[in-house]
Nanobody
Framework: QVQLVESGGGLVQAGGSLRLSCAAS????????MGWFRQAPGKEREFVAG???????????DYSDSVKGRFTISRDSAKNTVYLQMNSLRPEDTAVYYC?????????????????WGQGTQVTVSS
């Protein structure tokens, strides 16, 4: 079992920054691919960023085109935590952001391939 708890959401002006955190419980964290997704009202849940452990402390990361160059995903294995640093935020980034874990696998851009989900944290970007 893996439990995920997100934090760090809030209200920010366009151009500002936020850092989301996702604290994971369970030993499976180190071997899990981790992803961030978001869902805006009336829209489907979409992939934002993901990371897969390659070896030792080396991870592979990927991003959706809409956030590439602005968002950075990282993980701290000692703290069982994955982060999403969001810079140059735009009003269209407004959504509920979810952290997800995919056990013993590489990251995926498909939300249905993740096993565990956090409760979500609201990010609102004002213009």
């Amino acid at each position: 079992q893996v439990q995920l708890v997100e934090s760090g959401g809030g209200l920010v002006q366009a151009g500002g920054s936020l850092r989301l955190s996702c604290a994971a419980s369970g030993r499976a964290f180190s071997s899990s691919a981790m992803g961030w997704f978001r869902q805006a009202p009336g829209k489907e849940r979409e992939f934002v960023a993901g990371t897969t452990r390659l070896y030792s402390r080396t991870y592979y990361a990927d991003y959706s085109d809409s956030v590439k160059g602005r968002f950075t995903i990282s993980r701290d294995s000692a703290k069982n935590t994955v982060y999403l640093q969001m810079n140059s935020l735009r009003p269209e980034d407004t959504a509920v952001y979810y952290c997800a874990a995919r056990l013993g696998a590489t990251m995926s851009t498909l939300f249905e391939e993740y096993n565990y989900w956090g409760q979500g944290t609201q990010v609102t970007v004002s213009s």
